[in-house]
């Protein structure tokens, strides 16, 4: 069994791979035309975000290995020894949680149009923000008799990655159901690729991972810290998934596999998204939604002819 400081090390490593992953991605996503200047934005903020967390780690890594090589890591935590590093993982591992939430809210409200569930999801975003930004002043200046509101942030947390994930799951399925059934054969490439599409952009992935560190956390295995180093860099590679899923409006035609059928009413910058399953040698199915605030778009390839 590894011990704790080994689990440390261990968990940076995988926190430092992902962080590459997301500039990796960051920088597929700026390189495509047609992006939204607001979610470029989001994406800086994002990259900024989790490289304060990144640094945050490392620090701990270097207390826990290189000043006090024979303290327990969790002993750190008792004593107060990594103050600021541990308040910076969690200001900006709950910054990351609540910018990537509040995406998938706006997904979600987008589609559905249920504006007191949409409501109450945003609640549950600013609560576990308000709690884990609290805890995360508190935790700076040593006051470990608070921690409780860490405990609530990230319950809330994952509470709220969870009700999100189902939203947007049941939206997804309620809008496949909709369209023309029209008779294909799956195969089990097109079944399990349709599964991952819909687990990176409803949010179960991150759900799941989220929920996973919260059991492993009240059971108090040390596993637990792989799982929370490496937990803002889950939120991000989520909405760059979503981001990269889109497809600007002016691209539509291009035999892109993500591409979206040509529309007439959404605007020309619009960042498009398609979640399209396809059986190899049958016809597709998609669900697209438009990224612009004003307009929803649902739409399914149509056989040639099909409009006369």
Same mark, same amino acid.
């Given at each position: ?19 590459? +992953?997301?500039?990796?991605?960051? &920088? ?5 035309? %047609?992006? !939204? ?9 994002? !990259?900024?975000?989790? +490289?304060? $967390?990144?640094?945050?780690? $490392?620090?701990? &890594?270097?207390?826990? !290995? ?63 923000? %308000? ?7 508190? $935790?700076? +200046? ?77 059971? %108090? ?8 180093? $490496? ?5 991000? !590679? ?5 981001? +990269? ?35 190899? %040698? ?27």
């Amino acid at each position: 069994m590894l011990s704790n400081n080994a689990l440390v090390l261990l968990a940076s490593w995988l926190n430092a791979a992902l962080y590459m +992953l997301e500039i990796v991605l960051a &920088v597929e996503y700026f390189h495509r035309p %047609g992006r !939204l200047a607001s979610h470029k934005a989001g994406v800086v903020v994002l !990259l900024c975000s989790d +490289l304060a $967390c990144t640094i945050a780690v $490392c620090a701990q &890594v270097y207390v826990a !290995l290189i000043q006090y090589p024979g303290v327990d890591f969790e002993a750190h935590y008792a004593d107060s020894t990594m103050q600021w590093e541990a308040s910076l993982t969690i200001f900006s591992t709950y910054i990351t949680a609540s910018v990537e939430q509040a995406f998938l809210c706006y997904i979600f409200y987008a589609l559905a149009k249920q504006r007191l569930l949409t409501g109450f999801l945003v609640l549950n975003i600013f609560v576990h923000l %308000g709690f884990s930004c609290t805890f995360a002043v508190v $935790c700076a +200046l040593g006051l470990l008799k608070f921690r409780n509101f860490g405990n609530i942030g990230a319950v809330t947390c994952a509470a709220t990655d969870f009700l999100i994930a189902i939203a947007l799951a049941v939206t997804f399925h309620k809008m496949e159901l909709s369209l023309p059934v029209v008779p294909r054969r799956r195969t089990i490439q097109s079944l399990i690729r349709r599964m991952l599409i819909l687990s990176l952009t409803s949010g179960l992935l991150v759900a799941s991972f989220t929920i996973i560190h919260m059991v492993l956390l009240a059971a %108090g295995s040390s596993v637990s810290t792989i799982f929370w180093f $490496c937990q803002g860099r889950i939120y991000t !590679l989520t909405l760059l998934s979503n981001f +990269l899923l889109g497809v600007p409006a002016s691209r539509a035609n291009e035999t892109d596999p993500l591409s979206i059928p040509e529309t007439t009413n959404a605007p020309a910058t619009a960042e498009t998204f398609s979640l399209r399953f396809r059986p190899h %040698g049958q016809s597709e199915h998609d669900l697209c939604f438009n990224q612009d605030p004003d307009s929803v778009i649902a739409a399914q390839d149509k056989p040639p002819g099909s409009d006369k």
